[in-house]
């Protein structure tokens, strides 16, 4: 084959399909591979002119079609799939050549193959790409992350084909390793709490306030025009006014409420743990889908137990409380991965710019949000902010909302209606905001049936009291 592509993809599924036709809308040739004949042929056919756009299931014919050094992008399960397909290009790439892995690995697993192919003379980078099958065609967020140097081969395809905001690109070189595995990681574990949160303010105006479906879409498309504004507000709109295809009524109304996962909230989850980092309002999202997978013993328990009746509340003051609830959270919720990334970045060497983080996640994103330039500004102004709920902006932003997230909490309890991620983001709130917390009896426990020792308010050192009598 005479002429050579710019840009290689495995994995023509829909996301890969539609990541590599954005490649080709932007200028870059591009050539696909996968062994599903039938995706093979539904790229060439949907892209439409081979000069730009083509694809073979032969691995050789693949790698022989791009320009040196390969650029090669994965966009497979990932798990063991991505190690097969790196053995399977392994024979016939050359030194010099980038592999990216664009799908959710666990961010050791990319530490891993980097290693490993490093020894080979092969570059490997971790890249999220996040925004669905719809950002892949239109611009999605981009997160890379491995080698700088080899970066720079792909960095003009991935400026070209990443969402803009205000005309710059989302998507940034990261850091070194598995940095943008792991951002990736994060930002899903902050997908996860942001969505909990706005089913649960969902179930607070359907409960609470007996909203319509048709209430529910103008209440949402009405914040996702104000400080609201997200990519998730901006789709709960929508799928209020979606009508059922299968029969009578809305949608929504006829979906089981059991809600699945992929793994990367737990991972974002159980690493926060491994740091010391709390994260409350992902951890309980991500147990909330845990407990929604129960359908079959909360129909038991439901009537087991007698529930409280619930009280309607007023539609303008529930609405005006419910606002700010969600909005104070999605503080918290923020706060809370931007500080895991910040500790991460200390721990695992990333070097992690969190303003950069922010700046390229404002579009294309599954978690873009109007708050994200804020964001930006305040990680701007202080490089060494430890948390967010420190800057002086965002101090003004929930001191106007945390007395809604109270009442609407209370009003939760009361009712019967579970609210875990805004009762956890408003204790994380507490908690981080209060100078004396009651741990001291904790330590004086331990010291006490396990002589853990403990530290004192008014002398320096470590103290062990015996406290059994005799």
């Not at 079609?65 to 090669?72: G, N, Q, T």
């Not at 980078?125 to 491995?146: C, D, E, H, T």
Request: proline letters at 4%; aromatic letters at 10%.
């Amino acid at each position: 084959m005479d002429k050579k592509y710019d840009f290689g993809l495995v994995g023509l599924g829909v996301m890969g399909r539609n990541f590599i036709l954005n490649v080709a809308d932007n200028g870059f040739t591009a050539f696909g591979n996968d062994l599903d004949k039938e995706k093979v042929d539904a790229l060439i056919k949907e892209g439409g002119d081979t000069s730009k756009v083509n694809a073979s299931t032969d691995n050789k014919v693949f790698l022989e079609a791009l320009s040196k050094p390969r650029k090669i992008m994965l966009l497979v399960p990932a798990g063991k799939v991505v190690d097969i397909v790196i053995e399977s290009l392994l024979p016939n790439l050359d030194e010099g050549d980038l592999i990216i892995d664009g799908g959710n690995s666990f961010y050791t697993d990319t530490d891993r193959r980097e290693s490993y192919l490093a020894k080979k003379g092969i570059n490997f980078f971790g890249a999220g790409v996040s925004g669905g099958a719809k950002g892949a065609r239109r611009g999605p967020s981009i997160m890379p992350g491995g080698n700088k140097e080899a970066y720079q081969h792909v960095k003009p395809i991935f400026e070209a084909v990443a969402a803009k905001y205000q005309g710059e690109p989302c998507v940034t070189y990261l850091g070194p390793k598995s940095a943008g595995n792991y951002v990736k990681m994060v930002h899903n574990g902050i997908e996860y709490g942001l969505m909990q949160l706005t089913s649960e303010i969902y179930d607070v105006l359907k409960k609470g306030g007996d909203y319509t479906n048709d209430e529910l879409h103008a209440t949402f498309h009405k914040w996702n025009a104000g400080r609201l504004q997200s990519f998730l507000v901006e789709i709960t709109s929508e799928i209020f006014e979606q009508e059922d295809d299968l029969g009578d009524g809305r949608l929504v109304d006829k979906i089981l409420d059991k809600a699945k996962q992929k793994g990367t909230g737990k991972w974002t989850s159980q690493n926060a743990m491994d740091l010391g980092i709390p994260v409350p309002t992902i951890d309980v999202a991500v147990s909330m889908r845990e407990i929604s997978a129960l359908k079959e013993e909360r129909i038991k328990a439901d009537e087991l137990y007698d529930r409280p009746i619930v009280k309607h509340m007023n539609k303008g003051p529930l609405e005006k409380m419910t606002e700010e609830a969600l909005y104070f959270s999605f503080i918290m919720t923020y706060a809370q991965g931007l500080h895991q990334l910040a500790d991460a970045s200390r721990e695992y060497g990333y070097e992690l710019d969190i303003a950069e983080i922010a700046k390229i996640w404002r579009a294309g994103c599954i978690i873009r949000a109007g708050l994200l330039a804020d964001i930006t500004e305040a990680f701007r102004a202080d490089d060494s902010l430890p948390n967010l709920l420190l800057s002086p902006t965002f101090v003004k932003k929930v001191q106007g909302t945390v007395d809604s997230a109270r009442e609407l909490v209370a009003f939760g309890a009361i009712n019967g209606i579970p609210l875990p991620g805004l009762s956890n983001s408003l204790t994380y709130f507490d908690a981080y905001t209060s100078s004396r917390l009651p741990l001291n009896l904790i330590q004086a426990q331990r010291d006490y049936f396990g002589s853990h020792t403990y530290e004192r308010l008014d002398k320096e050192g470590i103290f062990h009291t015996e406290w059994e009598k005799e």
